[in-house]
């Protein structure tokens, strides 16, 4: 059974158009994250939601934006996508301490 | 959080076992060691963490030096399923606690 689901699996903007990605759980974690992984690159971390505590990595652009209305789901808005931010973007969930991280599948992300 | 050096690829054969190598020379009393993995196109996969003792599950075994500055992770029977990128992460166990990831160890099991 999936645990942590990304919709949609790929997303294709306009170049300066707003968009959404979404993430959800199943595992009734208290913390969900929000990472960016670039062609042949490591994931880095954009942010993550303690709870309802919103924590931001201190190089993440302002164009990044995220909202966690319930424990279950978390979003990912992009204000205004530059050819510079197409990348696959991976959620994931975790207890939080020394617990691990579940990631999902993660959403490709191709602006145009 | 302490960083980490992992060599940039390695292989080994179908069947016997990776032994991944890792370097946390500063790392901290209170760090962890956690190995990941990433299978082409899949999002990440945990695979075991330890702070001091030797860790073994189903997928892998850990073994951390005495002196904490360096690990080996195992996969005893690799398959080729195997073939992925290998993670190691040094982190505390804080509550914002967070993963950053270096450039891992690309490990290809041939047939």
């Known amino acids: 059974d999936a645990m942590v689901i990304q919709n949609p699996r790929y997303q294709v903007t306009q170049f300066g158009k707003p968009v959404t990605l979404s993430c959800s759980q199943t595992?009734?974690?208290?913390?969900m994250y929000w990472y960016q992984q670039k062609s042949s690159q490591a994931p880095k971390l954009l942010f993550h939601?303690?709870?309802?505590?919103?924590?931001n990595e201190a190089d993440t652009p302002d164009n990044f934006q995220s909202r966690r209305p319930n424990t279950s789901f978390c979003f990912l808005d992009i204000r205004s996508p530059g050819l510079g931010d197409a990348a696959m973007y991976l959620c994931a969930t975790s207890r939080g301490g020394v617990y691990e991280q579940y990631f999902g599948p993660g959403t490709r992300l191709t602006v145009t | 959080d302490a960083k980490t050096t992992q060599p940039p690829s390695m292989d080994c054969a179908e069947g016997r076992a990776a032994n991944l190598p890792c370097n946390h020379s500063?790392?901290?009393?209170?760090?962890?060691v956690y190995w990941y993995r990433q299978i082409h196109s899949q999002g990440p996969q945990y695979i075991i963490h330890?702070?001091?003792n030797n860790e073994t599950n189903e997928m892998a075994s850990l073994i951390i030096t005495e002196d904490r500055k360096s690990s080996t992770l195992i996969l005893p029977h690799a398959t080729l399923r195997d073939t992925a990128v290998y993670y190691c992460?040094?982190?505390?166990?804080?509550?914002?606690?967070?993963?950053?990831f270096g450039k891992g160890i690309t490990l290809s099991v041939r047939p």
């Open positions: 992460i040094v982190r505390t166990a804080g509550a914002n606690s967070k993963l950053t």
């Open positions: 330890g702070l001091k």
């Open positions: 595992l009734n974690h208290n913390v």
């Open positions: 939601y303690y709870d309802k505590d919103f924590n």
């Open positions: 500063t790392i901290s009393g209170n760090e962890y």
